[in-house]
């Protein structure tokens, strides 16, 4: 805590705290009043707002100036004083001071005295009074041109200052030099006078470390002063009486080294003359002499080689202004210890003190001061131009501005002027908004922009002459059209012609009432073709300056309230009943349902079957050659489609929202947004179903010409990995899972909290479909349950054992069954016993997997069928081919040997087989037709029951086991009337048949007399009765006889019919006719045409008529239909097998 309290208790601290606190009041008033004028009474874009931003931006900046300049003026004061002390303290703890050439605080106070001198004796501005020249060297060369400069440091005198420099082949002493820097900061020094002597220039390392020390010196002074060479020159006696004079050259700026050799030579014939006439004055005087004849040998040529290297690497930044050449002063101490530090100009200096005024030296670095003094200037004279620029501007534009309201001002009829100069006035709105909106040019913003006060005044002016020309023209002729709409008939053509016009006119119209829902570019498109002409204005002119015009009136009308219209509310009503209905056809929505289909088809590819099933071979398994459309697929469907439903949607939501509707009546159902979006989505759905059925019933199964083919197809199934079904089948999950959307977590968790409540209220089973709901789940439901990914509903309607994973499993049974056989010793004979336990039954797998395949195959619908024969019944249809066609010929020998051959032989040539007078034995014939006992019956029950199966009397292939096989259409036939005629014979179990007769009367007869195996029926035209029979009966002379007695004759013999089959006999002559469904009508006709009629009720069936059929029966020979070449079975989609007088029936096989 003490750390951090210290420094708040010194001065400087609480400075700054005040000072920042000031400062961000005055920033956070000027945020105030740039972002949020409001909150302080001020209001956005007047002047007082203005005014306000700019008087706290100028006093806050203000406040930090001055914060800064009395920091910085406190810091040089405290250390100016700081130093005033700790040089005039004399107490014992002082430092005693180090002992050097000079010292800082030697320097400093050296400085400071001689700036109170020459304040003192030059006044405030000294510094422009006063030539102040460093001079460097040897301090022998230094005395011999200023004697007592060494000692004092610094000398004064006639407005000239020499400043000790100390010698060059020394470190510089860098605080001296910062202290002499102080005297006069814009240009320290006027020279640099480097005293060398012969000996010395002609080592050029000499002078090179001379020069390098110069460099460091105008780094420290930043700023590098002209350079005099002083050449001190040697007598080898007196001539201190000799009168001096200033010899030497001052070299121009851009001296070169030649040029300085020339001008040295040019002081020859001047150094003769005068050396001449002081050596006549006194011998001793030769140094001019002297001087001029070494200039004259050598000397001047030396200089140029000694100089070369100056001008070639330092020139540009040490220049050198002249060359002087002199003897050693003689030193007088007339005023020692009078005025100190006081120094008397020799004659020959005065040529080094007349040209340092006028010579200029170099800045090093960036001399800040002069900078800013120049900057300040340059910004106040451009600022004094741009001024008056801006005023001149500023003055002009109002000018223009007012002499174009005044145009308008005045109430005329539409005319080309008028319109021209509300045009010209639109433009300089135009322009003046931009300026509001990104800025002023520069010349107008030197505090004479008056852009937003001038856009202000000329607003009210320019809306009061766009009313009278633009505005009020525009909503007459929105008006008109739309009444010329709302007025026609309700089923006049020209209501759909302009329904699309009309909307867009009723669409502006409301937005001239409406400025929130304005659109600029639209409603000047409306314009032109509602208005392309007005009158009064050229129709070039017109359609020129208009659309600009309308569009400027709307894009401003949102900021301009008052330029509002007052809008018919009763042709507004009428034009929205009659735009409802136009929209309301479905025409329109089938167009908008086609091109969106059509935006969208170019982007995707069509999906074929190997992009379906991926790295997969399909084309061992199945092919088609149907592609499914690339905009039916769910990538589609999440990457465009949606989102164009949701615009079209957004569209007439838009339309309904504000155009068509007030939002105070309800708008009908089958036009709102909301149905829009359904019967758009279900009719996309319906197509896409419609495309994936298509294609998916469109695939063939492969024909496999042998086993082999059979088992690789199976394999290829079966394998998990390398199976083109499964790949097939999980692209069709994906798809048909298309607009799925999952049940919301917060459904989920209020359904779960209310069955954790209600326990014993919850149903056994949850009817509503719990999981993602999707648009596809009618149709791909059944294969999605397939696959196990349905919902729950669907997995409940369909039985939850079915599942492609079982089917795939016992796919593989059956193919490791087939290549079983495959690999046995003899495959045929393996073949052989496999259709045997196939025909008889006894197989359970293979009747299994086929039953089951055949199950999911109708378990997935109608619409999936022809898929789902061909994808899970048809690949075991083949294997059942493969394995049953080759044994179907083994078995037609074998039902041949032990049936057919046997009846042959017992009933060929016999009645009623055969027209013959031998009758055929019954109880043989019941021997072969008994039901169950008899021969075919134990036969077809033993060998066939797996492949064929009794429904009541009738025999019928097993609809799943017998795929594959062609069953003989005879042979059905056959044992059916055997069969059928067994269960009429053997009613009861025992042999024989009941029935009953009725003799009618008829004219001309008198009795008649029939006696069947000694069962008599006399009638003699008396009362009808019924008389019952029994066939065969119990007679040791069977047979049928029939006698009758006309009125004209006595008794005659019909006919005469012996033998157990006698009564077949007679009934095969009588003409049948049926009264119902166990009466019959018999009638026989006399060689006199006499019918005689009796009545025949039976007790099953036809009776006695059924043994009719036996007549030329013939018993086939084979149960099975034999190809030399195997064709492809074709299935009948009702499964029927035709009966007798029809085509040869073919179990169901491969599509």
């Known amino acids: 805590m003490k750390r951090i309290a210290l420094p708040i208790k010194k001065p400087e601290a609480w400075f700054w705290i005040i000072t920042l606190l000031f400062l961000l009041a005055g920033i956070m008033l000027c945020w105030l009043v740039w972002q949020h004028p409001d909150r302080i009474g001020l209001i956005q874009g007047t002047p007082q707002r203005d005014r306000w931003l700019t008087g706290l931006m100028v006093g806050t900046g203000a406040i930090a100036l001055c914060a800064l300049l009395s920091f910085i003026g406190t810091r040089l004061s405290g250390k100016k004083y700081f130093d005033e002390v700790r040089q005039y303290s004399q107490g014992d703890d002082a430092p005693a001071p180090v002992k050097t050439d000079k010292t800082p605080d030697t320097s400093q106070a050296s400085s400071v005295q001689l700036k109170k001198r020459l304040r003192r004796r030059y006044g405030l501005f000294w510094r422009y009074k006063v030539r102040l020249l460093m001079v460097v060297g040897e301090p022998e060369q230094i005395a011999a041109l200023a004697p007592t400069l060494a000692e004092q440091g610094w000398l004064e005198g006639q407005r000239t200052v020499l400043l000790h420099g100390g010698s060059l082949h020394v470190q510089s002493d860098a605080p001296y030099l910062a202290a002499w820097r102080k005297l006069r900061r814009s240009r320290p020094l006027d020279g640099v006078v480097w005293a060398v002597t012969q000996a010395q220039n ?131 101490n007339a005023s020692a210890g009078v005025h100190e530090k006081t120094w008397t100009a020799p004659a020959s200096w005065q040529g080094v003190l007349d040209d340092c005024r006028s010579a200029r030296g170099r800045r090093v670095g960036l001399p800040w001061q002069q900078t800013v003094c120049y900057g300040l200037l340059t910004l106040m004279v451009l600022w004094g131009a741009g001024s008056v620029v801006s005023f001149a501007v500023n003055r002009q534009q109002m000018l223009s501005a007012a002499e174009q309201v005044q145009r308008l001002a005045q109430p005329q009829p539409v005319s080309d002027e008028q319109l021209i100069a509300l045009q010209a006035l639109r433009n300089q709105i135009g322009r003046l908004q931009v300026r509001a909106a990104e800025g002023s040019p520069w010349y107008q913003r030197f505090g004479m922009d008056h852009n937003a006060q001038l856009l202000d005044t000329l607003l009210p002016w320019y809306g009061k002459a766009n009313n009278r020309l633009i505005r009020d023209a525009a909503a007459d002729s929105l008006q008109q059209q739309l009444g010329v709409l709302a007025n026609l008939p309700a089923n006049s053509p020209k209501r759909t012609a302009l329904a699309k016009s009309g909307y867009d006119q009723l669409k502006a119209y409301l937005m001239m009432a409406r400025p929130e829902k304005v659109d600029a570019a639209f409603f000047a498109q409306v314009m032109k073709t509602t208005e392309p002409l007005r009158q009064g204005v050229s129709p070039g002119l017109w ?36 735009l409802l209905g136009e929209i309301g056809q479905r025409n329109a929505e089938s167009t908008l349902y086609e091109n969106m289909l059509l935006s969208v088809r170019r982007n995707y590819a069509d999906m ?69 979006k359904k019967r758009l989505t279900e009719r996309y759905f319906t197509d896409f179903a419609g495309a994936w059925l298509s294609f998916l019933n469109s695939l063939h199964w492969n024909e496999a010409k042998n086993l082999s083919d059979v088992i690789d197809q199976l394999t290829l199934m079966s394998d998990v990995r390398q199976s083109p079904l499964i790949a097939l089948m999980n692209t069709v999950a994906w798809q048909g899972q298309t607009g799925q959307q999952s049940e919301a977590l917060s459904d989920s968790l209020v359904k779960s909290a209310k069955a954790l409540i209600k326990k014993d209220a919850e149903p056994a089973i949850d009817q509503q479909a719990s999981g993602p709901v999707g648009p596809l789940d009618e149709t791909f439901g059944p294969l999605l349950a397939l696959m196990g990914k349905g919902n729950t509903q669907t997995m409940m309607s369909s039985d939850s054992s079915l599942s492609l994973q079982t089917l795939l499993t016992r796919v593989t049974r059956v193919r490791l069954k087939l290549q079983q056989v495959a690999s046995a010793a003899d495959p045929q004979e393996m073949i052989q016993v496999l259709a045997q336990t196939v025909f008889q039954g006894k197989n359970v797998n293979l009747t299994d997997t086929q039953e089951y395949a055949s199950l999911i195959a109708a378990s997935l619908g109608e619409e999936w069928n022809n898929f789902g024969r061909t994808m899970f019944v048809q690949p075991l249809t083949q294997a059942w081919e493969t394995v049953l066609q080759p044994s179907s010929a083994s078995l037609n020998d074998q039902w041949k040997n032990a049936i057919v051959v046997n009846w042959k032989s017992a009933f060929d040539g016999r009645y009623p087989f055969a027209a013959s007078k031998s009758d055929a034995s019954l109880p043989m014939l019941a021997d072969f037709i008994r039901k169950d006992s008899g021969r075919i019956d134990s036969f077809l029950t033993s060998e066939l029951s797996g492949v064929l199966h009794k429904e009541g009397t009738r025999w019928v292939p097993d609809k799943v086991n017998s795929q594959g096989l062609t069953f003989n259409p005879e042979f059905l036939a056959a044992i059916n009337q055997l069969s059928q005629i067994s269960d009429i014979l053997f009613t009861d179990g025992s042999q024989g048949l009941r029935f009953e007769l009725l003799a009618r009367p008829v004219p001309d007869v008198v009795e008649t007399n029939l006696s069947i195996d000694g069962q008599k029926l006399h009638y003699f035209n008396q009362m009808e009765s019924w008389q019952s029979f029994r066939w065969p009966g119990d007679t040791y002379k069977p047979g049928a006889m029939l006698t009758w007695t006309s009125v004209d004759a006595g008794a005659r013999l019909y006919g005469d019919y012996q033998g157990t089959w006698g009564l077949i006999r007679w009934l095969e002559q009588a003409k049948q006719q049926k009264l119902d469904e166990g009466r019959y009508q018999l009638t026989f006709t006399t060689p006199d045409n006499a019918p005689l009629q009796w009545i025949l009720r039976t007790e099953l069936g036809k009776g006695p008529l059924a043994l009719l059929q036996l007549r030329n029966f013939t018993l086939p020979a084979q149960i099975f239909q034999i190809q030399n070449t195997p064709e492809p079975a074709v299935h009948t989609p009702d499964d029927e097998f035709v009966q007798e007088d029809s085509e040869p029936v073919q179990a169901p096989a491969k599509r």
């Open 202 to 332: 002609r080592v050029s390392s000499w002078m090179d470390d001379g020069l390098r020390s110069l460099e460091k010196s105008g780094e420290a002074l930043r700023y590098q002063p002209p350079v005099y060479l002083w050449q001190v020159c040697e007598s080898h006696w007196s001539q201190d009486e000799r009168v001096t004079q200033p010899v030497g050259a001052v070299f121009a700026t851009h001296a070169t080294p030649d040029a300085i050799e020339r001008q040295l030579r040019s002081l020859i014939p001047q150094l003769r003359e005068q050396g001449m006439q002081q050596v006549l004055a006194q011998q001793q005087h030769d140094f001019l002499l002297r001087l001029a004849q070494s200039l004259n040998t050598s000397e001047a040529a030396r200089w140029r080689q000694v100089l070369t290297p100056w001008f070639a690497d330092y020139a540009a930044r040490i220049p050198l202004r002249g060359l002087m050449f002199s003897l050693p002063e003689v030193s007088t």
């Open 608 to 676: 074929t079957l190997a992009e379906m099933t991926g790295d997969t071979d399909a084309q061992r398994l199945f092919h088609t050659e149907e592609t499914i459309p690339g905009m039916f697929t769910r990538k589609a469907w999440e990457e465009q489609i949606q989102r164009a439903i949701d615009n079209a949607v957004t569209s007439r939501r838009e339309e309904i929202d504000w155009v068509l509707s007030d939002n105070r009546r309800s708008i009908s159902d089958d036009i709102s947004p909301e149905a829009l």
């Open 543 to 578: 359609q020129s300056l208009a659309p600009d015009l309308w569009q400027f009136y709307a894009h401003n009308l949102p900021t301009q309230p008052s330029w509002k219209i007052v809008p018919d509310k009763a042709l507004v009503s009428q034009t929205r009943q009659v």
